[in-house]
């Protein structure tokens, strides 16, 4: 079955740095475009960036292009995200997605404050 575990989150100041991991099984994940998601408390899940299959296409959202890079290492089946500058408006919990598929893992909380 499929499976989609996220880590790598925690508490960090502003303006520091963490790298999420996505750790994906029960599906070929090399020939799946992943995406990487965020919701804060009361709001909606919003998109934060996704990768092509090939990991030669990403796209982000507005609110972090330039601060986060998502990548992907198909030899591990895991899809990752480098937040760097982080924000107190970036705390939310961070779940990724396998790309046209609802299933969400549990997420993983990223919380920034000083």
């Known amino acids: 079955q499929v499976q989609l575990v996220e880590s790598g989150g925690g508490l960090v100041q502003p303006g520091g740095s963490l790298r999420l991991s996505c750790a994906a099984s029960?599906?070929?994940?090399?020939?799946?475009?992943m995406g990487w998601y965020r919701q804060a408390p009361g709001k909606e899940r919003e998109f934060v960036a996704s990768?092509?299959?090939?990991?030669?296409?990403?796209n982000y959202a507005d609110f972090v292009k330039g601060r986060f890079t998502i990548s992907r290492d198909n030899t591990k089946n895991t899809v990752y995200l480098q937040m760097n500058s982080l924000k107190p408006e970036d705390t939310a919990v961070y779940y990724c997605?396998?790309?046209?598929?609802?299933?969400w893992g549990q997420g993983t909380q990223v919380t920034v404050s000083s």
């Open positions: 997605k396998r790309l046209g598929y609802s299933y």
């Open positions: 990768i092509n299959s090939d990991g030669d296409t990403t």
């Open positions: 029960g599906f070929t994940f090399r020939i799946y475009g």
